[in-house]
Nanobody, 123 residues
């Protein structure tokens, strides 16, 4: 089984910073793309940032220049550094990863999700 465990959410004032972490564990063979999504109350889940195994990144336009996604392949961990945060960044943030387990080596990557971590930007 595979588990994605997020940490680092919380309450921050506008203009502040937070760093989210997500560690994948279990019988992992390989991890392809990793990413962060978020869902605000009453809104659909949206892609925030993704990163390939080789380090190519992609960002939601509204977070470009403020958020930075990175990963440590040796630790099966992805990070999201969030700076200059705004109230509209308030949401539950979810980690996502495309993973092959030891049991699915010859199969396509499967989608795995973390449980979500609340991020609130408010004064």
């Amino acid at each position: 089984q595979v588990q994605l465990v997020e940490s680092g959410g919380g309450l921050v004032q506008p203009g502040g910073s937070l760093r989210l972490s997500c560690a994948a564990s279990g019988t992992i063979f390989s991890i392809n793309d990793m990413g962060w999504y978020r869902q605000a109350p009453g809104k659909e889940r949206e892609l925030v940032a993704t990163i390939t195994r080789g380090g190519t990144t992609n960002y939601l336009d509204s977070v470009k220049g403020r958020f930075t996604i990175s990963r440590d392949n040796a630790k099966n961990t992805v990070y999201l550094q969030m700076n200059s945060m705004k109230p509209e960044d308030t949401a539950v943030y979810y980690c996502n990863a495309l993973i092959r387990t030891m049991a699915t080596i010859t199969r396509p990557y499967n989608d795995y999700w973390g449980q979500g971590t609340q991020v609130t930007v408010s004064s």
